[in-house]
C-alpha cells in the first residue's frame, strides 16, 4: 500500500459524489482534487507498521507535552507547523472558495483542535467516526 493512496482515493470517490449529485455524469469534474503534503499521515517513527495499541502509549505523552518526539514520533507541534504552511498555501490559492479536506485521524484532529483555538495537546479527545464529516 503505497503512502497516500487511500487519501487519493477518498478525493477521486468525492469528486465523482460531487458530479453524480449535481446529475453531471459525463462532464468534466465539477471538484479540483489534489493531494498536499501537509494533510500526510503522521510519522510514528519505531512505531510505525506497529498495532494500532501502540498510539495509546503514544497519545498520553501528546496530552503532557505537544514537542514529544519519543520513539522518532513526529510531535504534535511539528503536525501544526506544516497545518499552518498548508492553510498559507490554500489561502494564497483558494482565497474565497470553499475547500473540503480529508487526512488520518491524528492529522485531522490535530487539525480540528488547532483550528479552532483549542489546546492542541488533548486532539485524542476529538475523535471522528470514519468518514465523518465536520
Known sequence: FRPGRR???VAFA???RCQLEAGSYEAPPLVRVGLLGGLRERDFG???GLNTG??????PRDLADAFDG??????V???CERL???V??????????????????????????????????GFSQYRFANGEVR
Not at 54 to 59: K, L, R, S, T
Not at 99 to 115: N, Y
Open 7 to 9: 487519501s487519493h482515493l
Open 14 to 16: 468525492l469528486q465523482r
Open 46 to 48: 519505531s512505531l510505525d
Open 54 to 59: 501502540a498510539y495509546d502509549e503514544v497519545w
Open 70 to 75: 519519543t520513539d522518532g514520533v513526529e510531535p
Open 77 to 79: 507541534a511539528s503536525v
Open 84 to 86: 499552518r504552511a498548508m
Open 88 to 121: 498559507d498555501v490554500l489561502e494564497a490559492r483558494h482565497s474565497g472558495a470553499d475547500v473540503v479536506l480529508t487526512a488520518h485521524a491524528d492529522v485531522i484532529q490535530i487539525f480540528q483542535t488547532w483550528f479552532a483555538g483549542a489546546d492542541v495537546r
